[in-house]
């Protein structure tokens, strides 16, 4: 294949720019490029149509205009072609998948009946498409050790996308103040970042306020509902108690915005630089407000 590729880039650059030959060379280019992509595939036997052929064709229109900006500028000598088309590749489908395209792939795999191949499928789609997405958070990173961080990110991320093959018909797309797609799954990766740490010890771990102040108040056994439930409870803020507990002087600076800020997978660097508050400033807030709320949270 690789060969293939090298001869239709060739075959492209012979061409002068923007001519017919020219566009010609760079379709059949694309399209053998696209042809080793891990999305956007229909389902066997099936020909390409819906979300599939949506984002197929996105990511094909993408390709035409990355791919050429960059063929005559492209030195085999120093990059392999696979590393080349791979990498463009990537950065085609990372600019189509947003969240708009994150729900439908979702919404899919409701359609189709548990356990069924088009169910299969469409799960299949969504994990490639949540991994090559960029869109994945990575909460808590600063209160582990660099090394273990990433042995059990990788775990966590495991777990929260088998979460969401098995929970997926639990995802609600009107649900959430924002109601993105990418909201839920890290939403979950962060819960998940805190109970995988706990089957490991980090002899580094540097204590930051983190969910884990809310998730001592939940029993451990039943948290997934529970948690959800809380997460609700605080969205709705039936009693505007959560958005009356703020940091003195700034209302925005309250503990609903800053909660939600969590479950939406924001890290506390990305919340400080928000709301330019300081970190250890948020920190003494939250970890004030939790005890505040104590008896709520109980309830």
């Known amino acids: 294949m690789d060969e293939q590729l090298e001869q239709l880039i060739i075959e492209a650059r012979q061409h002068p720019p923007q001519t017919e030959e020219w566009r010609l060379a760079l379709t059949q280019l694309v399209k053998e490029i696209l042809r080793s992509r891990k999305i956007g595939r229909p389902p066997i036997g099936q020909p390409l149509s819906g979300v599939y052929q949506e984002i197929y064709e996105q990511a094909q229109q993408q390709l035409l205009h990355k791919v ?3 063929l005559s500028n492209y030195n085999p000598k120093r990059i392999p072609v696979r590393t080349w088309v791979n990498t463009l590749r990537n950065h085609a489908f990372r600019t189509v998948l947003d969240d ?8 899919e795999a409701q359609r189709h009946p548990p356990f069924s191949d088009l169910r299969q499928h469409a799960l299949g789609e969504l994990v490639e498409a949540i991994r090559l997405s960029g869109k994945l958070s990575r909460p808590h990173r600063t209160r582990f050790s660099p090394q273990f961080y990433d042995l059990l990110y990788e775990e966590a991320v495991n777990k929260t996308l088998m979460y969401v093959c098995r929970k997926i018909d639990k995802y609600d797309p009107e649900r959430g103040q924002d109601k993105k797609f990418m909201t839920w799954v890290n939403f979950r990766l962060d819960r998940v ?7 490991f010890k980090d002899p580094k771990i540097v204590d930051l ?7 001592e108040r939940l029993p451990s056994d039943e948290s997934p509902s529970l948690f959800d439930k809380l ?17 003195r002087n700034r209302s925005d600076a309250n ?7 969590r479950f939406s997978g924001q890290s506390w660097e990305e919340i400080s630089t928000n709301f330019r508050i300081p970190i250890p400033t948020l920190s003494s807030f939250f970890q004030r407000s939790c005890e505040k709320l104590r008896s709520h949270f109980s309830q």
């Open 68 to 70: 050429g900006e960059e």
């Open 100 to 107: 708009v395209q994150l729900k439908k792939l979702a919404l």
């Open 193 to 199: 970042i805190i109970e995988t740490s706990r089957e």
């Open 209 to 215: 306020p983190s969910l884990s102040n809310l998730e």
């Open 231 to 247: 997460r609700e409870s605080i969205e709705e803020d039936a009693k505007n108690l959560f958005k009356k507990t703020h940091i």
């Open 255 to 261: 503990f609903q915005a800053i909660a939600l800020a």
